[in-house]
Structure formats: structure tokens, C-alpha cells
């Protein structure tokens, strides 16, 4: 390797230490075995708690003081992925979540155009958000899923345990343990061994 090679190697090795240690900062009782590569965004305040040898690229964010993100042990979360919690996700252990997923738990604005038209101007006077009028439910992955690349997941679903679902699928609705599903919106495709 070049000198002004290896002294990039270590420029680009130092920047994600750095990046792991203000995340994990954000983590209580984060361990050491886990890598933080991504973002931890409590901006609304609440909590995310990381189990041990995880390796999290992807962007995690709490909107409110009591959302909750839960990761499990040993869980991959990919570059580009997006949880988005105003009140809980839960990713059980041995999780795979590929790249450029998006987990909603929350609609973020009304179903009522009269009431999301303030949004953006409270937004932007960093103003809180009125979560009264927004659906929220609870999502959660069960232990030994697999999520393909670019999947979206809608408020309210569970992914039973060993589940896959295929890239780009946009899943509506809980996936039972041990199936695979895909498409826009998911449907079953065949039961795995
Ligand atoms: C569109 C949306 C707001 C509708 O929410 P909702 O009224 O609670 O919808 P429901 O969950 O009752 O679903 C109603 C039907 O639409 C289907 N559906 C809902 N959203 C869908 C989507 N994005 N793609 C495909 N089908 C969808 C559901 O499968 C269900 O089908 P069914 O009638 O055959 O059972 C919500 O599903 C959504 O997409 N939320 C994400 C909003 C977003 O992008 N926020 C980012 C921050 S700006």
C-alpha cells in the first residue's frame, strides 16, 4: 500500500471510531462486542437498547419520550435503513435486516389534510408534533428473520420467527413464523423447512 494509502485507511479507521463512540453514547449499557456504524437519532427523546455483537449501519429515531427501539443479539441492520418509532420496535436476536429498508411504526401525519397542514411549519420552528393525530402501532421481528433489501414494514406488523421476506416487498400485514413473502403487498409465497 501507497504511504498516502495507508494514511487514508487510517484517517477512514479513526472517523468510525469516532462515529461508534457518539453513537454508542446514546445506548445505555451498550456492549463493547456491538458496532455502531449508523445513526442513533433520539430526537424526541426515548430509549434504544442494542444486545451484544450487533452490527448497526442503518439511521435508528425516537420521536417522543416514551418510543422504545429494542435490538436483540447478534442483528445485522444494513446501510440506509430507516427505523422510524414513536412508540416500539422490537428486532428479536439473529435478525438480518438488509440495506435501504424502511420500518414504520408511525404514519407521522393525520389521514385529515386539514390536520397535517401545520406539520411542516412546526417542524420547521422546531415546534413538537401533534402524535394525538397521528396511527402509531408496534412492530416487531422475531427471532431469525430475514429482511431482503428495500423492504418497507407498516405500523402494526409482526414478522414471525425464521420469516423472510423477498426485496422490495412492502408488508402490510403479519407474516406467520417460518414463511416467506413478497411483493407489494406482501403475500405468501411458500412455507420454509
Ligand atoms: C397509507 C397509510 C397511511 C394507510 O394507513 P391505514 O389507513 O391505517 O391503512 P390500513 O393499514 O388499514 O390498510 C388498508 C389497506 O390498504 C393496504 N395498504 C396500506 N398501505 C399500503 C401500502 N403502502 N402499500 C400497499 N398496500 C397498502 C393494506 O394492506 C390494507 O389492505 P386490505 O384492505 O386489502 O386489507 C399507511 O398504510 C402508510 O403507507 N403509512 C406510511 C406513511 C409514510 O410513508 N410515512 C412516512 C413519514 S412522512
Redesign the pocket.
Known sequence: MTLIGSLYARVSKFRQQAKHRMNAARVPGCPSSTRIYGLIDRRGGGEVRIGENCLILGLLVTEAEGSRISVGNNVFIGSNTVL?CHGSITIEDDVQLSYECTL?E????S?SMNMREGDLGKHMRGDQHDWGIV?SKPIVIKRGAWIGTRT?I???VTIGEGAIVGAGS?V??DVPPHTLVAG??ACFIKNLA
Open positions: 422510524e414504520l408511525t404514519d407521522s401525519h389521514q396511527a418497507i407498516l405500523k402494526g412492502v402490510t400485514k407489494n403487498p
